[in-house]
């Protein structure tokens, strides 16, 4: 089954965050991610959930997505987004 990992981001300093974009985009690559939702228009339809940058990539597996999370591609991405932005993340399990 499909592993995704679903984030919210809350951007504190934009210029900044530019380079966590590059170094996860580099981790997304490595680790054969599919970006399904980069940022974009997200309008709520229910509840009272406020998203701001929402996040979708989609791994082959659960085992993958968690992979990915603790490498050390991905720890690079992490410590460049360090006061650059808040991030609510999950991975979750596909179909």
Known sequence: MSGYIIANVTVTDPVQ???YKKWSSAAMQAHGAE???RGGK???LE???QPERLVVLKF???EAA???DA???YGKARAARQGAAIMK???VEGV
């Open 42 to 44: 997200a309008e709520v």
């Open 66 to 68: 968690k992979a990915f």
């Open 89 to 91: 993340m999950i991975v």
């Open 17 to 19: 965050y530019e380079d």
């Open 35 to 37: 970006v399904c939702v």
């Open 47 to 49: 509840g009272d959930w």
């Open 71 to 73: 490498s050390p591609e």
């Open 60 to 62: 082959p597996t659960f």
